[in-house]
């Protein structure tokens, strides 16, 4: 747990999202990087933005923050620690998914093959590293999202397996540690609307022009997707219970961590409508330590779920008898 509140605190992530927004010239105003912060669950975005404005990182002018792009980067020497944590995740998998060859064999060599770490117990997905075919898919998206190309694919439904043609711009990968699932997030200009698909799901991407659609508009569609109730989850911290929580629920947008007695924790997050199957899923693995309090339309959807399971249960011992 060290390291997830040491990599995932929310003035960090705060602070990558504002770099990454500023590249190429790009501005962003102060009202802007308040609601960003908001987002983030921070109640306000100076105590993040003052280090980068102190070391001219980014500058300030008429009430927006831009990027300084004459400041010195900083080039400080990776300690021991760092390289061993490095060394760690260059051992996973999905490693070689994001990095050209000969630059995972130069930070393989940089690293040295630390094995420090090699005593902690790994948690294993339920589920093996995709195969050549699934990682050449993966790359052409990643080159595609970096382009900004809007992209022409086959798709497949839960609810349909006949593959369907379309096109949209991808604009980002999510990928579950919990299963080793990857999740592709398009925006249709036509629909004017985001769709969140398995990547098993999309066929045969094919990258097309370069899209104008301004990221503003995307990020609106995605709001009109946020539920305004969030997931209200009361947990008994036993076995592992909050930790898997966490995993399960990595990327959704927490809010609220507290403890409401001695053998009760409340934890608290925004969803996406296209999320609710998924979370309702998930729900079901953390088991009897973990009670869904809210909102009330998942909680119809659990219920639901589980009467299903029940009435097939119920059917199939009636078939055996």
């Known amino acids: 747990m060290n390291l997830f509140h040491k990599y995932y605190n929310r003035a960090f992530l705060l602070a990558l999202e504002l770099l990454a927004r500023l590249q190429g010239g790009q501005t962003i105003s102060v009202r802007e990087a308040f609601e960003l912060a908001r987002k983030k669950g921070l109640t306000e975005a100076d105590s993040v933005i003052k280090p980068l404005l102190d070391y001219e990182i980014v500058q300030r002018a008429d009430n927006r923050y831009y990027l300084n792009l004459n400041y010195r980067k900083l080039r400080l020497p990776m300690q021991q620690t760092e390289k061993q944590w490095l060394s760690y995740m260059l051992a996973m998998p999905e490693a070689r998914l994001l990095l050209e060859e000969n630059l995972y064999d130069r930070l393989s060599e940089f690293c040295g093959g630390s094995d420090s770490f090699d005593a902690i117990q790994r948690y294993t997905p339920h589920a093996a590293p995709c195969g050549l075919q699934e990682q050449e898919k993966i790359r052409t998206l990643l080159r595609a999202i970096r382009g900004r190309q809007n992209i022409r694919y086959r798709f497949r439904t839960r609810d349909d397996k006949t593959p369907q043609t379309a096109s949209a711009l991808p604009w980002k990968l999510e990928y579950s540690a919990f299963d080793r699932r990857w999740w592709l997030i398009l925006y249709s200009e036509e629909q004017d609307r985001t769709i969140k698909a398995k990547l098993e799901n999309i066929l045969e991407p094919e990258p097309m022009q370069t899209s104008d659609v301004p990221e503003e508009k995307i990020e609106q569609a995605m709001e009109r997707l946020l539920m305004p109730e969030p997931v209200r989850l009361a947990v008994k911290p036993e076995k592992g219970a909050i930790e898997r929580c966490f995993l399960v629920f990595e990327n959704q947008q927490f809010e609220e961590t507290r403890q409401i ?61």
């Open 261 to 321: 007695s001695h053998d009760m924790v409340h934890l608290s997050f925004r969803w996406y409508r296209f999320d609710a199957h998924e979370i309702v899923r998930r729900l079901l693995y953390l088991g009897p330590m973990v009670q869904l309090q809210g909102p009330k339309v998942l909680q119809e959807e659990l219920a639901a779920v589980l009467r299903k399971a029940l009435s097939e249960n119920t059917e199939t011992r009636g078939n055996i008898q």
